[in-house]
């Protein structure tokens, strides 16, 4: 199948088990439903939970296992950003073309809905934890402890991110920040669905360089985007970075030498993945995506 | 031993005990560590991780069992606490006669510093799952599985309370607030520490009804305390709900019928209670000493 329509397929597939998990009866705290709903279905890319079952698939076939836990990532993410958005934060009032949750709806609602998608996402994991056999519990335990280490890693960095705002900050700092708010939960994506279908340690090392790699490759071509991208395509001003003195990739090491470092990553987190051949196409062909998308 | 130095030697456990999960290193992020370590070692009263040890111990004198969960509960309410105070939800400035987290700090990391303590719940419980034998499994993931149900009743009945403040509601919104709000974290307390001790369902049962009768105590006794409390005392102005026109069980049942109300349902507490004789003592003494309290 073509990448793209593989994509599409992963993200149909998930759009249809997340709308399991909406609530949509009819009780007092109805509208929070509906702000928690106007997040999750926005329309993201659905990048971290198709990490989750294009990982298990390179190993087994049936991807009902991973399913739970790949609505408990996008549930993560979207409390994530609602929260990152709100007044308090970034301040930021539109995603994804559409009015933040904190402007749609109001700031309490937000911060509320925010709280309830976390907490959703592990009442997704209690929940299936308690349906599972003896034999699968160790490695999904195993799971839900690498979930919540990931998810205190990104409101570390997200804090960092926020703290140093408009500030000069160090190299070390910068690669601090990236690999606490954006790589710990791609790297986390990708571990799960290498334990839930039960790889060996040499495998789950490559699965997890793969997934470091292609974290520094997202972030990268962010920055890059920032600097050149298409402001109607993106959504969002280009050029910003530069204006507030921003330390990125780009500040850092260049326009073309951050292009040249986004290649060399890129081709190492797909020579990762080399011992698993057509099984592993699409996550090849999704680290590629990564580096050539433009926004 | 008498109830007053009882509770003061578990908040003393509960205080040592929250020590060992602060996180005291030199990182990037330790300003919101502070914020955290800030508002959970604020001096609240360990209400709720006294319910599941008192509990416990009516069974089982192994209190280190349900240590994890005592711990992870404070941490659940301490991140509520954090977020009701927001400028955009109560906009609180003062908690136990403290700035509350955001004044003290700032609204992004206080906003952070909530979802990190709700989140450090989550991580406490899977480190405790991770480690538990597999015959306590089954009741622990149960007890894991009633911690996000209850925290996402909690939510929303922070959502009705902020979405109804002043307005006029319904007794059976101002009951729905109250039972989601605070009554379902109190119910949980005590069924975590039932279930750690392996209870039977007749006794889950009884403990569930104390459970729920003290939390309404809880409430009504606050309302009470709303109207003719010592404002000194506690720390907060007294008459402003009749002011805002609130719904609250003194405008429902009049002063003298609140107080009724009150004395009624805490001795259908104690009564719960009355199989498990001199074990359960401090559990009744404690339902005496919500109905008594003066702050």
Redesign the interface.
């Known amino acids: 199948m073509e990448f793209k329509e593989q994509l599409k397929q992963y993200q149909l597939l998930i759009n249809n088990e997340l709308e399991k998990y909406l609530r949509k009866q009819d009780?007092?705290?109805k509208?929070?439903n509906k702000s928690m709903e106007y997040s999750l279905m926005a329309g993201g890319k659905r990048l971290r939970p198709i990490l989750i079952i294009a990982t298990y698939e390179i190993f087994k076939n049936d991807k009902k296992q991973c399913m739970p836990y790949a609505m408990a990532i996008e549930m993560i993410h979207n409390?994530s950003l609602i929260?990152d958005d709100?007044?308090?934060?970034d301040n930021d009032d539109f995603r994804h073309g559409k009015p933040t949750n904190?402007k749609q709806f109001?700031?309490?609602?937000?911060?509320?809905a925010?709280?309830?998608l976390?907490?959703?996402a592990?009442?997704v994991?209690?929940?299936d934890?308690?349906n599972t056999k003896?034999q699968d519990?160790k490695d999904k335990?195993?799971v839900?402890?690498e979930?919540?280490?990931a998810?205190?890693r990104m409101?570390?960095g997200?804090?960092?991110d926020?703290?140093y705002e408009g500030k000069q900050i160090t190299n070390e700092?910068l690669e601090?920040i990236h690999k606490n708010k954006t790589g710990a939960l791609l790297r986390l994506c990708v571990r799960t669905g290498a334990i839930l279908a039960k790889v060996n340690e040499t495998d789950l090392e490559k699965l997890t360089n793969y997934a470091e790699k292609i974290g520094l490759a997202f972030q990268i071509k962010d920055d890059i985007l920032s600097e050149e991208g298409n402001e109607e395509i993106l959504g969002k001003p280009v050029g910003n970075d530069k204006k507030l003195e921003k330390c990125t990739y780009v500040s850092k090491y260049g326009l073309q030498g951050a292009k040249e470092k986004l290649d060399e990553i890129t081709k190492e987190a797909v020579e990762e993945l080399e011992g698993y051949g057509d099984k592993a196409k699409f996550l090849k062909e999704l680290a590629l995506y990564i580096q050539n998308r433009n926004k």
């Open positions: 009780c007092p705290e509208v929070l409390f929260h709100l007044p308090g934060i904190h109001n700031e309490a609602t937000a911060i509320l925010g709280d309830g976390l907490n959703q592990y009442m994991i209690s929940k934890l308690i003896a519990l335990l195993k839900f402890d979930f919540s280490s998810v205190d409101i570390a997200e804090y960092i926020t703290e700092y601090y």
